[in-house]
Structures are given as structure tokens and as C-alpha cells.
């Protein structure tokens, strides 16, 4: 079985599904020390679709995409609205960044100091969004 491509050529490798998910369009999020007591917070990955993702919906299928461009989101929450309709109350977001293509995601991540194991389906994890 073959390593997946790593894009930024350091050590650090994307889980094989996750970097197929996110070539896919499929988000990531994972979980990162909040600010304190009573806060949890995450950071997103959403790959950035394109007319031409709309155009395989459209059609009932997923394109994958290697040059795909991605944003990230890190917010903290106020633990007792992260489970209603009002998750947003209280919520702070932290930072944000576009990276254009998966080097630039990994060199972001580098920043933040996160590592693509970090990351699981959004379903898997309790962030809201």
C-alpha cells in the first residue's frame, strides 16, 4: 500500500481517508485547548468548492480535486450554548486563514501548531459547524 502524497515534503502525512475526504470536499475539524473553564473550541478545515464541484453535484457525484483551496476556522464556545440552536452565543472566533492549496493547508497548520492526525469528520467530534 502506497503513502499518500505529502505536499509540503516534511515527515508529517495525512491519514490516506482524510486527505481523500478533503481532496473530495469534505471538511475536518478537531478539537484544540480552549481559552478556560466552561469554553471548548475547534478548528475547521472546508475545502473551497468550485463551479465545478457544483457541476458534479449537480450530475450525483463527488470531484476530487488535488489543487483544492481550503479555509480555516478557529473558534471557542461557551460550553452551555454548544449544544443548542444558539452555539453562536458567546462564541469567539479566534483566527481564520485561506490556504490555496494542500502545501499551503500543511504550512498553516505548521503555524497553528496542528497536525493532520488531529483532524477526524466533523460527525466525530462536537463542533457545531
Keep these: 500500500m502506497s503513502t499518500p502524497d505529502h505536499p509540503s515534503g516534511n515527515e508529517r ?4 481517508d482524510k486527505l481523500n475526504a478533503l481532496r473530495l470536499g469534505q471538511g475536518l475539524a478537531a478539537e484544540v485547548p480552549a481559552s478556560g ?3 471548548r473550541a475547534f478548528v475547521t478545515i472546508d475545502p473551497v468548492s468550485t463551479p465545478a464541484d457544483a457541476e458534479a453535484h449537480r450530475e ?3 470531484r476530487s480535486d488535488r489543487n ?3 479555509r480555516l476556522l478557529h473558534w471557542d464556545y461557551d460550553v452551555d450554548h454548544l449544544d443548542g ?7 469567539v472566533l479566534i483566527r481564520s486563514a485561506t490556504a490555496g492549496n494542500e502545501p499551503e493547508l500543511i504550512s498553516t497548520l505548521d503555524a497553528w ?7 477526524l469528520y466533523p460527525w466525530q467530534t462536537d463542533t457545531p459547524i
Design 13 to 16: 502525512r495525512w491519514p490516506t
Design 37 to 39: 473553564p466552561g469554553r
Design 60 to 62: 450525483g457525484w463527488k
Design 68 to 70: 483544492r483551496g481550503f
Design 85 to 91: 440552536w444558539d452555539y453562536d452565543i458567546g462564541a
Design 113 to 119: 501548531e496542528l497536525r493532520p492526525d488531529q483532524f
